[in-house]
């Protein structure tokens, strides 16, 4: 057997482009109409950039108080899905490896080696890494952790792309061999994740991962939870990383009135405010008592189809919609014009994989209508998009989409439901259209796995195409990058031609923090397991 260092095969063609920019560095992108993009997909007026940290040592000590739009419903890491969950789960799990601005670095386990053929995995466990309970950290638990992941009976919703692992041994307390049925170029990437998570048997066992306990190992430990409300995390005096984290806790808190979030840190109510609305950005990089960063992007949006219902799995009646939309009127309404129109699939330009030629442009009305009338609806339908009430920017997504809908004779009601409620009915498939967003992933088959091939936890409303599978499938076990990165660009074509969604833009995420809070080294793969060297120059 050989060692490998993996590099992640999107990250290392997009995230050390995309580095974070603090205050002094420079400017987000512009709104449509402003500097011409450059070759790497940024305004040319943009330098990003590290921060500069403080002269002095990092200090230990103190709590972080960070306000986010919404509380997650679920933090089981195995069955989590939405954005929050992983801003909080990457601070309280571990997983075997780490993903970092492209490198595979160690996690839980400090080495591995893979067989020359690629199928077999040995990684070698730390033993200095201690669950919050107390136990130690051993081969079972990864054993446990990973089968769990792969029974149906947990819901993972990403469960499809670990189905390339056919066995996972603990040789010993500190050895485990995982063995692949076919080769697959992602699998350490995707063990770095936080879906890969290793947890606690005894605390899943007692009473599962969604409660006031936690069964991570990670570098903050749950303290409290009060749903909706505020989540708080206490260091983990145990953790395996040398002098880490420096801060005593993490104060989660969730508040969806975007006016309330960014008065809280302008009034230093809050340290960290996660994603300020697009329409404050300007206003808070002016305050010479923050500090912001960011200008790339990690959600990609778009608005689904339920392709189990008509007039839906009608792929006629799916291009007229696609044709319909003009994308960087919804990302200018949307979002003030900070990110990218993404007129292909769901990579972005720039990423690893991603279609670079934009299948759709200015709304195409006559090619629409059209298609409409081709399918049987020459005078189109009614229809029901739902949206999450409290995402203020996907609200006036979904207003967008109704008025260039009613344009080709589609009749759209706005449905407004709590997140819970959305994600009970997308589940059931108990919809028409829905406005959402998917992050980024770190590598381009965790998220095609689980949202666009059959039986994936996140394809609502199941939609399948067996060209399209058979080119994800045979993309994971491509280990040559070019040849790869063409398999995809396949996929993506399909996605955006006859898949179920219509992917409207890449945002453009910006963090903004008080002067005083230190560390940030912002990835946008994204992670956010940096946070544990955040701390307080107070």
């Not at 992941?149 to 189905?163: F, G, L, N, V």
């Not at 344009?407 to 409620?421: F, M, P």
Request: proline letters at 4%; charged letters at 25%; hydrophobic letters at 35%.
């Amino acid at each position: 057997m050989r060692a490998r260092v993996l590099y992640h095969t999107l990250a290392a063609g997009a995230a050390l482009t995309f580095l974070a920019a603090c205050g002094s560095g420079g400017a987000p992108p512009p709104a449509a109409g402003g500097a011409t993009p450059s070759n790497d997909g940024l305004s040319s007026n943009v330098r990003l950039q590290d921060e500069t940290q403080s002269s002095s040592a990092p200090k230990s000590g103190g709590r972080l108080s960070i306000m986010i739009r919404l509380d997650a419903v679920e933090l089981d890491p195995h069955r989590m899905s939405e954005t929050s969950a992983f801003v909080i789960n990457e601070q309280v799990y571990d997983s075997l490896v780490q993903s970092y601005r492209g490198e595979i670095k160690p996690g839980l386990a400090e080495s591995w080696e893979q067989s020359v053929d690629g199928k077999t995995l040995t990684f070698k466990l730390r033993d200095n890494a201690y669950f919050h309970s107390g136990r130690k950290v051993t081969a079972k638990d990864v054993k446990y952790s990973l089968e769990r992941i792969k029974d149906p009976k947990t819901r993972a919703p990403r469960a499809r792309s670990y189905e390339s692992i056919s066995s996972v041994e603990a040789k010993d307390d500190h050895t485990v061999v995982i063995t692949l049925s076919q080769t697959n170029a992602a699998i350490l990437t995707l063990l770095s994740t936080t879906a890969s998570s290793i947890v606690d048997s005894t605390v899943v066992e007692a009473g599962g991962l969604n409660g006031k306990v936690d069964g991570g190992s990670g570098p903050f430990k749950l303290a409290s939870r009060v749903t909706g409300q505020a989540i708080k995390l206490d260091k983990h005096d145990k953790y395996w990383e040398k002098d880490l984290p420096y801060l005593d806790g993490m104060d989660f808190t969730f508040n969806p009135d975007d006016n309330a979030r960014a008065a809280a840190v302008r009034s230093g109510t809050i340290d960290f405010l996660w994603r300020p609305a697009p329409e404050f950005i300007d206003a808070l990089k002016k305050d010479e008592t923050l500090k912001w960063y960011g200008g790339s992007g990690s959600l990609s949006l778009h608005l689904r189809l339920n392709t189990s219902k008509a007039p839906y799995d009608n792929v006629k009646v799916r291009q007229a919609i696609y044709h319909a939309l003009d994308r960087q009127e919804i990302l200018n309404v949307a979002n003030s014009g900070f990110g990218t129109a993404l007129n292909a699939g769901y990579l972005p330009p720039d990423r690893f994989g991603a279609v670079s030629k934009p299948l759709y442009g200015k709304a195409d009305i006559e090619k629409a209508k059209a298609l409409l009338a081709e399918a049987g609806y020459p005078d189109g339908f009614e229809a029901k998009l739902m949206v999450i009430a409290t995402s203020a920017f996907q609200v006036r997504s979904a207003e967008v989409e109704q008025q260039q809908l009613a344009k080709i004779g589609i009749k759209v009601t706005i449905e407004s439901v709590e997140a819970t409620t959305a994600d009970t009915k997308t589940k059931s498939g108990d919809f028409d259209m829905y406005q959402s967003g998917f992050g980024l992933t770190y590598d381009p088959d965790e998220r095609f796995s689980a949202s666009f091939l059959k039986g994936g936890g996140l394809n609502y409303g199941d939609w399948s195409d067996p060209e399209y599978e058979k080119l994800v499938v045979q993309a994971r076990s491509e280990l040559d990058e070019a040849k790869r990165a063409a398999l995809y660009q396949q996929a993506e074509t399909i996605l955006a031609e006859r898949g179920p969604v219509a992917m409207t833009f890449l945002n453009a995420d910006f963090d903004v923090v008080r002067k005083d809070v230190m560390g940030y080294q912002g990835d946008p793969t994204p992670t956010y397991r940096f946070y544990r060297k955040l701390w307080l120059d107070r």
